[in-house]
């Protein structure tokens, strides 16, 4: 992006300005704030795509302003806790991502450890006891997982083979006389078949499994999924299905044996309460480097129109849609309507820091 001579002095005014500002110690919240998508923006599979490391570098500093400029993780994904996920994150994409940087699909739950610590939550998903792992580390103190499940009784789904390593991450406890209070579905499940048929006895029998078969209209059970997505993009060559194709399946088996669905709570973006999260951990954060004060105008740089882009029109954030993952642009105009499109998250984030510039540089 060339700038010309006047806008190149302008430029440089501004930067002198702004600079001004931070040795003066008055520093002014930075003018914008981001949320990045992770899957089909920053990472394709275990990969970074190609312009995430420039994109973050342009944040951290690299940039018009030589300041830092805020930005959270904001993801439909999981299986991990935070720290295990900006670990990972720091060393694929070069640079130093915090744990209180990142919102995965259940990273809300946290909203409901004083309801459920101490009462027995079932959390689907995620490999082995990775979601208990996570759960744990949230405050719940019962949680169980599928393959609790079949240790403590294979035969509730005879067509698995409990592996020897499964069953030693497995923590003994009779679900026969331990009711479950609310099922969490953290993560994409592996197994959708066992994970339906768990989930249907645990909501039929009351909590109990085993136990006598409840009015389907009677329904005590709190049954949360954390991520909507019917598709998200990997490394494969096509979108993939996400963990709403597993809640669909789900419903249709419910109804078919029961005749309704099951009432349940959904997160993960476009949701209301994710964003609400994402808009307070982001406040947080600012507040932390530069006191009290209010949110910067936000971009939510995303590839998927239902999550993302219709997510971000509802919290009244800018957004921009990239080509890089679910949304492809030869396929007609997106389900949502961003206020950007962009070949990638590096024409992204030049692009909003641009328009934030832009009307502070006419004044000068
Ligand atoms: O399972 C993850 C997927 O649904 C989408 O992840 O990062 O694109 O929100 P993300
Ligand atoms: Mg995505």
């Known amino acids: 992006m060339l700038l010309n001579r006047n806008a190149l002095k302008a430029n440089n005014v501004f930067i002198q300005l702004y600079r001004r500002n931070i040795q003066t110690k008055t520093v002014k919240r930075p003018p914008l704030g981001f949320a990045f998508d992770i899957d089909g923006v920053l990472m394709g599979g275990h990969k970074p795509l190609p312009k995430a490391r420039n994109a973050l570098k342009i944040l951290n500093g690299d940039n018009q302003l030589n300041a830092k400029i805020p930005y959270i993780l904001l993801t439909n994904g999981g299986g991990q806790t935070e720290y295990e996920r900006a670990q990972i994150l720091s060393s694929r994409l070069d640079t130093r991502i ?5 919102i995965q699909a259940h990273t809300v739950l946290k909203d409901y450890v004083d309801q459920y610590a101490d009462k027995a939550v079932l959390c689907l998903g995620g490999v082995g006891d990775t979601m208990r792992k996570v759960a744990e580390s949230y405050g719940f103190r019962k949680a169980y997982t599928t393959t609790d499940v079949l240790a403590w009784n294979s035969s509730i789904w005879p067509f698995i083979h409990v592996t020897e390593s499964e069953l030693a991450s497995a923590k003994p406890v009779d ?99 994710t964003y609400d999260y994402a808009r307070r951990v982001l406040h947080n954060l600012l507040d932390e480097s530069y006191g009290p004060g209010k949110l910067p105008h936000m971009y939510m740089i995303g590839d998927n129109p239902e999550s993302d882009i219709a997510g971000a029109n509802a919290a009244e954030w800018s957004s921009v849609l990239v080509h890089t993952g679910v949304y492809d642009p030869t396929a007609g105009p997106p389900a949502h309507s961003p206020t950007h499109q962009a070949q990638d998250v590096e024409e992204a984030v030049l692009w909003a820091i641009e328009r934030e510039l832009a009307p502070l540089k006419e004044g000068l």
């Open 98 to 102: 915090s744990p209180s940087q990142i």
């Open 175 to 273: 679900f026969s006389r331990t009711p479950i209070s609310a099922v969490f579905v953290c993560h994409d499940p592996r197994n959708w078949g066992v994970d339906v048929q768990i989930m249907c006895d645990v909501l039929r029998s009351g909590g109990l499994l085993e136990g006598p078969c409840v009015d389907a209209t009677k329904q005590t059970i709190q049954v949360v999924f954390c991520n909507p997505d019917l598709l998200w993009k990997s490394d494969f060559s096509r979108p993939r299905l996400g963990q709403g194709a597993f809640k669909a399946s789900f419903q249709a088996v419910y109804k078919m044996l029961t005749g309704s669905e099951y009432p349940y709570t959904q997160f993960g973006k476009p949701t209301k309460p």
